[in-house]
């Protein structure tokens, strides 16, 4: 498992890249590994408006399904289109596989999200390795 | 991302003989009916596959077992459980169910005749305990017959696909090319004598099923001579996961889901398993008839489980909701899942007869939005007959 020091992470398994007002999401390399097998990925539409800890979409494995909660409030700029037919991507390269870009409000609320080590660390008590 | 982490376990689980053994694999564990049993090890696609084009192997040891012996058994056999025990031969099997009265399921059954007088019902995981309980309800009081529960005796390990019988002939002396589909008999297996191995599963692949001793230095070695034996061919180990995949490819019902306590045997489409005419009269009756032949002179169940196959985009999955073009609500699914070999969202669902013919298009509500599905034959995979073994004929050059 590896968490980029340049990202911020939720507790609900997403990270953020934010540059400028523009901040890129997915999933983490703890998330897919979780999920296993990711065979879908339900976006949202480009200018749809999301609120921080509301649902956008969903990532399905072959067993489960997995809603994907914004990070940030703001409004979707661009969408992983390849992800529909590449599902599969996020468990290749979490790190480097987007899945939105949101153009946020306020960028304050990247800042109450966790850095690496304490994405980590969380993930570690979590499941208790 | 929320629920992918899994919550601390609360009852202790029981474990198989191979618990280790899943360990040292890395595998995913989850608590399935009671038992601590691997979800996935390398992963479930992967998995799926190398049981439909090559060699999986699983522990199935969460399996129960009933043993039924005595003069009388073939009597208790044939009262408990729906299909006609009598047409067995010694050294067959078949799929078999015990209801209730009223028709429903109690569970379903894979049946084996192991001598005169001497009958191997194997049982489902979740439900051991209701069903030894039933079985000795059912029967206790009848003479003749001595019910053992030997769930414990036995480590079962399923060895399936195509390549399952050159895999398990290294590590035997039966000839496993003479045991036809749903036969059995006894070989030695690893050095171990006298192993029950059965040409049966739960994954619509060839393949075999061996029920050996249920301690773990045993159990670990087989394990790992069977996936020695299978090396050139890719083997790996397979979980649930890929288990749950393989029998919905080929519509093989599960309890819970297809067949329950409230769902009766020609509701789930199994009436080809029931024998409701068996002769002579004393092997007529069985529990649950009555009920069933209600249902036939009234003119046949009012729903039936059907193959559903997604026409839209979405996944249907176990418990949404299914409507009829009207927008009706007219049943559920009761499992759902990609299909890895098909490569298309299939599911299994019951809705009124009216909507059972294949090519009906239904309605699939996935989280709040309808998308398009429509009937499909069952099974939704079929595994390629092999060759005849007799040596094939071809016409002489001239």
Redesign the interface.
């Known amino acids: 498992m590896s968490y980029p020091e340049t990202y911020r992470y939720a507790k ?3 990270w953020l890249l934010l540059e400028g007002d523009c901040a890129t999401v997915g ?2 390399d703890y ?1 897919q590994s ?4 990711i ?2 990925v339900e976006l949202p539409k480009v200018g749809q408006e999301i609120e921080v800890g509301s649902t956008f979409g ?12 914004s990070p940030v409030t703001g409004s979707v700029t661009a969408v992983n289109d390849k992800l ?1 037919d590449a599902p599969d991507t996020l468990n290749k390269s979490a790190n480097d596989t987007w899945i939105i870009k949101v153009s946020v409000k306020s960028a304050d609320e990247a800042k109450t999200m966790l850095s690496a080590a304490d994405y980590e660390k969380f993930v570690a008590e ?3 390795h | ?5 899994s919550t ?1 376990t609360p009852a202790p689980l029981r474990r198989t003989a191979l618990h280790t053994t899943h360990h040292g694999h890395k595998a ?1 564990m989850v608590d399935f009916g009671g038992w601590d049993m691997p ?2 090890y390398s ?3 992967e998995e799926h596959m190398a049981v439909r084009t090559a060699v999986g192997i699983f522990d199935v040891s969460h399996m129960g077992d009933i043993q039924l012996r005595g003069p009388n058994s073939l009597n208790a056999v044939q009262k408990l459980l729906m299909n006609d025990a009598s047409k067995l031969q010694i050294g067959q099997a078949h799929y078999s169910a015990m209801l209730y009265p009223n028709g429903t399921f109690v569970d379903d059954v894979i049946l084996h005749k192991l001598g005169e007088n001497d009958y191997l019902i194997v049982i489902n995981a979740g439900t051991r305990e209701k069903d030894i309980q039933w079985v000795r309800k059912a029967i206790g009081s009848m003479s003749g017959v001595h019910v053992t529960d030997v769930s414990d005796y036995y480590t079962q390990i399923a060895i399936q696909g195509p390549k399952a019988e050159t895999t398990l002939q290294k590590l035997t002396n039966a000839d496993l090319k003479s045991i036809k589909n749903y036969w059995f008999t006894w070989g030695k297996v690893c050095g171990i004598h006298n192993v029950l191995i059965a040409r049966t599963g739960y994954t619509g692949e060839d393949g075999f099923e061996i029920y050996i001793p249920a301690d773990e230095p045993t159990s670990a070695r087989v394990w790992s001579e069977v996936l020695a034996a299978g090396a050139e061919f890719g083997i790996i180990p397979c979980g649930l ?1 890929a288990r ?2 393989l029998r919905l490819e080929s519509a093989m019902a599960l309890y819970g889901h297809e067949i329950s306590d409230t769902l009766n045997v020609f509701e789930a489409n199994l009436g080809r398993y029931c024998k409701l005419g068996r002769e002579p009269e004393q092997f007529a009756d069985f529990i649950g008839r009555d009920a069933l032949l209600a249902v036939q002179q009234s003119g046949g169940p009012a729903k039936r489980l059907v193959g559903l196959e997604m026409i839209d ?3 249907g ?1 176990d418990g949404y909701p299914v409507f009829a073009p009207d927008g009706a609500l007219i049943g559920e699914i009761t499992s759902g ?2 299909a ?1 070999f098909l490569k298309k969202n299939i599911a299994l669902a019951y809705v009124p007869i009216a909507y059972t013919a294949p090519g009906t298009e239904l309605g699939v509500e996935i ?1 709040g939005q309808k998308v398009k599905a429509q009937v499909v034959p069952t099974p939704f995979y079929k595994r390629p007959r092999s060759a005849p073994s007799a040596p094939i004929v071809t016409a002489p050059l001239s």
């Open positions: 609900s398994h997403e999933i983490t998330a979780s999920l296993g097998d065979v879908f969903s990532v399905e494995s072959v067993k489960a399904v997995s809603d994907l909660y529909n979590e499941t208790g | 991302m929320t629920d992918i982490t601390a995913r979800v996935q992963g479930l696609i996961g749950n995949t985009r979405g996944i999955r899942s990609p890895p989280r």
